[in-house]
């Protein structure tokens, strides 16, 4: 699914999170998609996992940047 075209009518801020060493989607598409969004920040994580689990331990830190940025925007 290719959205890139669609990226700049996105007005709402956006938080791009990525894990370093996601298998499913490379990292370059996470940049990707964040440098196409008017209003987005980009955050990497040391993490193997596309959806870190309870047990991983960026999972804290991924959770602490999305309050943070909640915090943020509202």
Not at 17 to 23: L, M, P, V
Not at 27 to 32: K, N, T
Request: aromatic residues 4%.
């Amino acid at each position: 699914l290719d959205i890139v075209d669609l990226l700049p009518k996105v007005e709402a801020p956006c938080l791009v999170i990525h894990c370093k060493g996601d298998r499913v989607n490379p990292i370059e598409q996470g940049r990707l998609l964040a440098s196409g969004l008017r209003n987005s920040r980009f955050r990497t994580y040391d993490s193997p996992n596309h959806v870190p689990s309870e047990s991983d331990p960026a999972l804290p830190l991924i959770l602490r940047d999305i309050r943070q940025f909640l915090s943020e925007i509202a």
